[in-house]
């Protein structure tokens, strides 16, 4: 497999297991023995918008944020924010202007994703999502 196919699959997987665990996690209020499979279907669908938001951003400048664990962090976040708003409506009257829950399940992802940094699965997911001195321009 390519480098360049390994480092695109490698930020889209981190995006999408990030989202979908933050916003499983924020749905059912950390009760994970109330998940449903509704809940799978929204937060999987979250996580796959995020996947191919962080995926999207790894075309752009913003790409050399990866590279620093506060920056993708906040990458994370952002992405996680666009997916849960794009991917089911707040209820109205919620705190944050109706997406309170948005806010919660991207700060989620992006705590996950600073703890991910410094475990041995994310030392060997940085590597693989790398871009080569190459690839930015």
């Known amino acids: 497999m390519s480098n360049f196919i390994r480092q695109k699959l490698a930020v889209f997987s981190r995006h999408l297991t990030q989202a979908t665990a933050a916003c499983i996690t924020t749905m059912t209020n950390g ?3 109330s998940v449903t ?8 669908t979250t996580g796959l918008i995020a996947g191919v938001i962080g995926v999207a951003i790894s075309f752009t400048r913003l790409f050399r944020g990866y590279k620093h ?4 962090a906040i990458i994370t976040f952002i992405s996680t924010l666009v997916a849960d708003t794009i991917s089911h409506p707040s209820k109205p009257g919620a705190p944050l202007w109706g997406h309170g829950e948005a806010f919660l399940t991207a ?5 996950i994703s600073l703890v991910v940094s410094f475990t041995p699965i994310g030392a060997t997911v940085e590597r693989l999502k790398q871009p080569e001195f190459d690839d930015i321009k």
């Not at 664990?69 to 993708?72: A, D, I, K, L, W």
């Open 69 to 72: 664990t506060n920056s993708n």
């Open 107 to 111: 700060f989620g992802a992006a705590l």
């Open 31 to 33: 009760n994970v023995a």
């Open 37 to 44: 499979l509704a809940h799978w279907q929204i937060a999987l």
